[in-house]
């Protein structure tokens, strides 16, 4: 058996969640194990900062601010400001930098936070929670990042929205996937 394998394999982004979530006690035993991503010179460039109730409408607002579109509107602002209130939790994954670092630059840094995001999401699915990552063009606008109490030099990644899987979800079957396009092989020069 190869089970991360066949996790991997299995796992698929849900979009529409339930309002059953993770409590931290869980969520804090599935970062320790994300947490293991290659991270050179061990600097744990990362962090995740939990939106629950209230603070995802903080977040909405922020969003809104960040569209500078007519917050009455409700197809500008006020379509946005919900967006966050798709799931009970949203997981705010961000990258923390250690500016000009001697071995790690910045760029392996944010890729280290990636993977951490990226773990967990695997996990989370795993555990059998609906899970998405999502972006957008407003991540790293500076209202964004006040909402988040971002440091100088953190940069926020994007969200993983969690929640409970719909009843009757089952995970559409997919052709595996073949990778044959994105490989290569440098070869020697003889």
Known sequence: MRPVLDAARARRSVSKVTD???DDAELLE???AAGRVADHAALRPWRVIALRGDAR???GAALAEASGLDASDPRGAA???AKPLRAPLLLA???VRTPGHSKVPEWEQDATAAGVAHLLSLLLDEAGWGVMWRTGPH???PAVATAHELGDHEA???WLYV???PSGWRAERRRPSDATAQFSTLRSRD
């Open 20 to 22: 059953a979530a993770p």
């Open 30 to 32: 599935l970062l320790a």
């Open 57 to 59: 409408a903080r977040l």
């Open 79 to 81: 379509k946005l400001a």
């Open 93 to 95: 994954v961000v990258a």
């Open 139 to 141: 991540t790293r606008h």
């Open 156 to 158: 926020l990644l994007g």
């Open 163 to 165: 929640g409970g899987r």
